[in-house]
Every structure is written in structure tokens, then in C-alpha cells.
């Protein structure tokens, strides 16, 4: 018997395969079926851990398995002038809150029991190697996509019922049907007419967006502190952004530099997901990061790896805390004798946005917003 609680990482075992009877058959090199199951599985164990740990995707993240929030908005509540014998009136907190979607995922892997007879193993490796990237650039295009889309998702298409919203960042209310009054913060105040989603004339960053999407966050609370704030731009912003007055660099490990210049202390290495930090300019730690549509950039607070106060939050299914892919027999397919046939991989999970004041998002070519396309 084993011992400690069961959790969804379980759910990567194929389920139905017995491996006994699998032994029985190998590929053309001698491979053993069940040898494929068991890198099957290594493969998927590795991604939902990648999915969950990355520093790219964990930083602005945080998980949920129930579709509905509730938040504070509106005015805050004021403390009055102590007497000896009346007692306090009663004050409560106003709050809003919106839905989360949640959609389900697959990519199948078609190979007859012929080809699965002749086929070597490097060939099954790289179908398998490029399921894996499409389940991560599907992942990035949700959370890319919700960062810059202003609208709300609505519609029992994408689980949120007949009448249920996903909104986005605080806008105007003319364009989300929830509307949304950020709660009063340091003398400043809000209406449902506050907006984040900001768009500039000129074709290019400037300083000066800069510096207003860091009074953007400040004004509703959300600090630099010692890490600083993000913000996100594309390939095609990045000259630009490395031109701007007061933009510091990092540093490079094949150049030398004097004494006099002013380096930004961050890692100059692309990730896993080719994204890189290119210096620091008014607080934010800026980032390259593949899939941002050209004149896109969003500013945020992080509040730490997979937090719940990152600006977006995904919804997972039911009884899980973190995105899980698993592999099985294409239940479609009407042929459970040979699973290793109708391989698919499945997940389920949808991005919405958890603080609605946490993130600003940028659009540098025209003054009035529109909404960015991830590639």
C-alpha cells in the first residue's frame, strides 16, 4: 500500500495501457511499447511542472478550480469622531466580481499499428516532442491574448454559463459589462470610467508611458519595491526601448565595462520560452517576450511566483491547483485495443483576470485602444 494523499499529477499515468501485455510488442529498433509509454509519461510530467514553475508565466499567474471572484470596489468606509456615549454607525465594504472560463484542450497523435511496428523510436520522440510545444504555445497565446483584449469573454461556449462575463484590466464601462469602480487608495478616487488599457499616438515607447503606467499601479496601491515592477514588450519594441533617456541596461558577459556605467542586475539569458530582461527604465524591469504583437506592452505588479495577487488568474478543472496535461486514448476513436494508435493529449483550463488593477496594458500607435493579436 502506498502512503500520502493522492494528487492530480497522478492523472498522467495513461490509464487502460496495461504494461505487461505492451512488452509483448516492440518498434522496428527493438523499442518496447511500453518503453514509449514510460517516455510518454516522463515528457508530461516534465511539462505540467514547467507549465507551473516558469519564471515567465508564474510571475504574473496565480490558479483557482471554482469559475467565480468577488472583490472589494467602490469608496473606502471613513472612521468617525469617538464621543463617550453614541456608538459608531455600521459600515460594510462594496464588491463586485466576474467569472473565470474554462475551455478544454487537445492534440492528437495519429500512428497506425503498421507505421508503430516499423517506426523507430527518434520518430515517435519528435511527434511526441511536438505535441509538448504545441500544449506550451497554446498556453502562451491564452495568456497573451487576455492581456491584450479589452472586451470581456462571455457564453456557455467558454464555461461561463448564459449570462456569465470574464472581464478584463479596469476600463471604461461603457466597454465590460461589469462594471468596475477600483477601491479608494492614499486620498485618490475611482469612477467605472477609470481605465488601463491606454493608447498612444507615435508608433513607439516612450518615457513617458513609461512613467504613467508605473502612477497607474502606484495610485491603486501596488508598490515596486526591492524587485520592481515588469513590464512586457515585443522583439519589435526593443530598440526603442533600449534608446529611451534614463533606460539601463543589463549587463553583457562578453563586454567590458568601466566603473562609470550604470548596469541593471538581471540576468541577460533568454529563458526557456527565448524571453530576456533588457534593462531597467522608471522602476520596471523590462522584458522581451515572444508572441507580443508589434506597439504592445504591458506594465504589472508581481507579487511573487503562482501568488493570488498576480493580475491574471487561470481556472483549472475541478479538484486540481495547477494546469495538467495528460495523455490517453482518443476516446473518439472506437478502438480501445491499441490506445498507443489514437494517442491524445488533453487539458482544461481557462484565463481570466484576477486583479483588476494590477496591470496596464500599452498600445504605442494610435490614441484610441485596440485590441493586440499574439502570434
Do not use: C
Not at 286 to 300: D, E, K, L, M, S
Amino acid at each position: 500500500m502506498s502512503l500520502g494523499p493522492r494528487d492530480t499529477t497522478a492523472l498522467t499515468i495513461l490509464t487502460g495501457w496495461d504494461a505487461s501485455e505492451l512488452k509483448k510488442y516492440e518498434l522496428e529498433d527493438g523499442t518496447s511499447f511500453a518503453a514509449i509509454v514510460a517516455q510518454m509519461n516522463a515528457g508530461l510530467g516534465a511539462l505540467n511542472a514547467e507549465l507551473y514553475n516558469d519564471p515567465l508565466w508564474s510571475s504574473i499567474l496565480s490558479y483557482q478550480d471554482f469559475p467565480e471572484l468577488e472583490y472589494r470596489s467602490g469608496a473606502g468606509n471613513a472612521m468617525e469622531r469617538h464621543t463617550e456615549y453614541s456608538r459608531p454607525n455600521a459600515q460594510r465594504s462594496e464588491t463586485t466580481g466576474h467569472m473565470l472560463p474554462l475551455l478544454s484542450w487537445d492534440i492528437g497523435l495519429g500512428w497506425t499499428w503498421d507505421y508503430l511496428r516499423k517506426a523507430r523510436m527518434a520518430q515517435l520522440q519528435a511527434d511526441m516532442a511536438a505535441a509538448f510545444q504545441g500544449v506550451r504555445d497554446r498556453w502562451r497565446l491564452q495568456v497573451l491574448t487576455r492581456l491584450f483584449q479589452r472586451g470581456d469573454d462571455s457564453g456557455a461556449a467558454l464555461g461561463l454559463g448564459s449570462a456569465g462575463y470574464s472581464p478584463g484590466f479596469a476600463t471604461d464601462a461603457g466597454s465590460t459589462g461589469v462594471d468596475f469602480v477600483p477601491p479608494a487608495f492614499g486620498g485618490n478616487t475611482f469612477t467605472s470610467a477609470h481605465e488601463h488599457y491606454v493608447g498612444i499616438s507615435g508608433g513607439s515607447p516612450t518615457l513617458a508611458m513609461f512613467q504613467d503606467a508605473k502612477d497607474e499601479l502606484r495610485e491603486h496601491g501596488h508598490e515596486p519595491g526591492p524587485q520592481g515592477f515588469d513590464f512586457w514588450i515585443g522583439k519589435t519594441a526593443e530598440a526603442a526601448v533600449r534608446a529611451l533617456t534614463d533606460f539601463v541596461p543589463v549587463a553583457a558577459s562578453n563586454i567590458a565595462y568601466s566603473n562609470t556605467v550604470s548596469l541593471a542586475t538581471l540576468g541577460a539569458e533568454a529563458d526557456m520560452n527565448q524571453s530576456y530582461y533588457i534593462g531597467t527604465i522608471e522602476d520596471f524591469k523590462v522584458r522581451v517576450v515572444p508572441g507580443i504583437p508589434q506597439y504592445y506592452g504591458v506594465g504589472f505588479k508581481s507579487y511573487g511566483p503562482n501568488s493570488m495577487r498576480n493580475p491574471l488568474r487561470v481556472r483549472v478543472s475541478k479538484g486540481a491547483n495547477r494546469p495538467q496535461v495528460v495523455a490517453m486514448a482518443d476516446p473518439r476513436s472506437g478502438n480501445g485495443a491499441w490506445p498507443l494508435q489514437y494517442l491524445m493529449l488533453f487539458t482544461e483550463y481557462g484565463v481570466g483576470v484576477g486583479d483588476r488593477t494590477a496591470a496596464t496594458p500599452r498600445y504605442f500607435n494610435n490614441a484610441t485602444w485596440a485590441d493586440g493579436t499574439p502570434a
